[in-house]
């Protein structure tokens, strides 16, 4: 079964500066998607940035961009010019493209943006 | 664009009881998905309906069930609460002409307590 991990409960960052939040997965799979999402106070789920387990080019989404190292499973997000409206939750997920039922979720890093 | 919406936002029910979640998916979405969060983790699936039918399920007991309605809209019913049924229940929906690559859209959620 594919597991994702995320292995920072809590990260915190200077407004302005660059966080890097981690995640790996586990998967005996040669397609499927990669996600993350943030989830406010607000609760709602939303999602920042995704990719595809085939390109090899990493994603990027304004400040949002992914490392993605498909041989390392792999999956890091970098936030640049961090703004205190970032500060969430943030989860890693994974989907395979053979069983698109569900996703899995990492247990979430609670990122902090200090003034 | 009509996002999706959940209700009630919080609900309070005695162990034993049953209880009932609604939600109403994304305008042009056909595709319903509901994921318990347990305070401290990361969203698990429960199951997913595609136009009416039940199309994938997760690791959850029979006393959760569900329903899609013609319109797209989606309950999601608990039997027997057990107090570990404390969460927050995510409704997502997704269209279903890219399923395999289509973000999930979430609602707020439902906080449901069991005391």
């Known amino acids: 079964a594919q597991t994702v991990t995320q292995s920072q409960p809590e990260m915190s960052v200077q407004e302005a500066e660059t966080v890097t939040l981690s995640c790996t997965y586990d998967t005996s799979e040669s397609d499927y998607y990669l996600f993350w999402y943030k989830q406010p106070p607000s609760r709602q789920m939303i999602l920042v940035i995704r990719?595809?387990?085939?390109?090899?080019q990493n994603a990027t989404e304004n400040r949002f961009s992914v490392n993605f190292q498909k041989a390392a499973k792999s999956f890091s997000l970098k936030i640049s010019d961090s703004q205190l409206g970032d500060a969430a939750m943030y989860f890693c997920a994974y989907r395979s493209a053979y069983n698109n039922n569900d996703m899995r979720f990492g247990a979430g890093t609670r990122l902090t943006v200090k003034p | 664009e009509t996002g999706v919406t959940q209700s009630p936002t919080h609900l309070i029910k005695t162990r034993g009881q049953q209880v009932t979640l609604r939600c109403s998916s994304q305008?042009?979405?056909?595709?319903v998905s509901w994921y318990q969060q347990a305070l401290g983790q990361g969203p698990q699936f429960i199951f997913q309906y595609y136009r009416e039918e039940e199309n994938g399920r997760g690791n959850f007991p029979p006393r959760f069930s569900g329903l899609q309605f013609p319109n797209y809209s989606s309950e999601l019913n608990v039997n027997a609460l057990e107090l570990d049924d404390s969460a927050l229940y995510l409704c997502a929906s997704s269209r279903d002409t890219d399923r395999v690559n289509s973000p999930l859209h979430f609602g707020n959620g439902t906080r449901l307590t069991v005391t």
């Open positions: 305008s042009g979405h056909n595709t």
């Open positions: 990719q595809e387990a085939y390109k090899q």
